[in-house]
C-alpha cells in the first residue's frame, strides 16, 4: 500500500511539469492507463466476465475517479502541488462517514477522531490564504471523490483482479472527462478550469514536448502501477485504513515538491508540525490494524481485518 501511496506522491510533481490544463492532463491519463492495461491483461489472458451489477459499481467508480482527478490537477493548478496534496488528507474525514453508510458498518468514533487528528494536520500544514482559495476548493472536492471511490471499490475489490477493475474504471473515466470538456466547450465555461495567466475563455489542450513523456510516466507507473499495488492492499485492508494511509502521500509528494519546486519557501513551521500530526494518525490507526484489543470498535470485514 505504501509503495502505491509514494508513486502517488509524484502525481503532483508530474501535475506541474505537464503543461496542460486539468480536464485534458486527464483526458490523456485515463486513456493511456486503458490503453496499457489492455495490452496486460491480453497478454496475460486475464480478462473474466464481470457481473452487471459490479460493472456498474466500476463505471461509477470510474466516473468519480476521473472527476476526482480534475478537480486534484485543477488544485495544482490554481495553487500548487503542496497545497493540493495536503488537501487529499481531508479524505479520511470523510471516509469514516461514508464507509458505515455504504458498506452498512457501524460507526467507530476512534476512527472519526483519527480522521479529525489528520483534519488538524491539514490546517497545520497550510494556513488558508485568499489568493490560494480556488485551489483549495479544487482540492477539498478531490477529497471528498477519493473517500466515495475508495468506499465503493472496497465492495468489489475481493471479486476481481486488480488490473481488470483498473482497465474499467479508467475506461469509464475517460469517457467522464471526455463528456466534461465537450461540455465546457459548448456552454462557453473553458475559464472555470483553464490554468490562470491564460487567455481568457482557453483551455491548452495539445501537450507538447516532454509533457509525452510525462505523460507515459504518470499513466504507467502512477496509475497502472500504483493502482494494481493499492486495489490488492484493500484485498486485505479496511477502506479506512487504506485512506488513512493515502495520507502519506501529501507527505512524500510535499518532500518532492521541495526537491525539484523549492516550494518549502512558501510554508512555515506549521508544515512540519501538521506532517507530524498526520504520521500520528497514521501510526495510530496501525497499531490498532495490530492490536484489535486496544479499540473496542473494532470490526472484522469481509475480505480483511479491521
Not at 466516473?63 to 502541488?81: E, Q, S
Not at 474525514?93 to 464507509?99: E, G, Q, R, Y
Request: with cysteine; proline share 3%.
Amino acid at each position: 500500500m505504501h509503495t502505491a501511496v509514494l508513486l502517488w506522491g509524484f502525481t503532483g510533481v508530474l501535475g506541474v511539469a505537464i503543461a496542460v490544463d486539468a480536464p485534458a492532463l486527464v483526458w490523456y491519463r485515463t486513456l493511456l492507463t486503458a490503453v496499457f492495461m489492455a495490452v496486460i491483461l491480453f497478454y496475460r489472458k486475464e480478462w473474466l466476465q464481470v457481473a452487471r451489477k459490479d460493472m456498474m459499481t466500476l463505471i461509477a467508480v470510474g466516473f468519480l475517479m476521473g472527476l476526482h482527478w480534475v478537480a486534484f490537477y485543477g488544485a495544482i493548478k490554481f495553487a500548487n502541488a503542496s497545497i493540493a496534496l495536503v488537501c487529499l488528507s481531508t479524505a479520511s474525514v470523510f471516509t469514516s462517514l461514508l464507509d458505515p453508510l455504504v458498506n452498512k458498518g457501524k460507526y467507530n468514533l476512534v476512527e472519526l477522531l483519527l480522521g479529525l487528528l489528520a483534519l488538524a494536520g491539514v490546517y497545520l500544514i497550510y494556513q488558508f490564504q485568499d489568493m490560494y482559495g480556488k485551489g483549495i476548493a479544487f482540492g477539498v472536492v478531490a477529497a471528498i471523490l477519493s473517500s466515495v471511490f475508495t468506499v465503493l471499490n472496497k465492495r468489489v475489490a475481493h471479486k476481481y483482479p486488480a488490473r481488470l477493475m483498473v482497465f474499467y474504471e479508467m475506461s469509464a473515466g475517460w469517457v467522464i472527462v471526455s463528456i466534461m470538456i465537450v461540455c465546457l466547450f459548448a456552454f462557453n465555461l473553458q475559464s472555470l478550469l483553464a490554468t490562470p495567466g491564460q487567455a481568457a475563455g482557453t483551455l491548452q489542450l495539445i501537450p507538447h514536448g516532454y509533457d509525452w513523456l510525462w505523460l507515459v510516466i504518470l499513466s504507467l507507473c502512477c496509475t497502472v502501477w500504483a493502482q494494481s499495488l493499492a486495489l490488492n492492499a484493500l484485498k486485505h485492508l479496511s477502506s479506512f485504513t487504506v485512506t488513512l494511509s493515502v495520507n502519506l502521500e501529501p507527505v512524500y509528494g510535499i518532500l518532492l515538491a521541495f526537491v525539484f519546486y523549492n516550494e518549502n519557501k512558501h510554508l512555515a513551521w506549521g508544515f512540519y508540525a501538521g506532517v507530524g500530526l498526520i504520521l500520528l494518525s497514521v501510526a495510530l490507526q496501525m497499531i490498532r490494524l495490530l492490536r484489535p484489543s486496544l479499540s473496542p470498535g473494532f470490526i472484522r470485514e469481509k475480505g480483511g481485518i479491521d
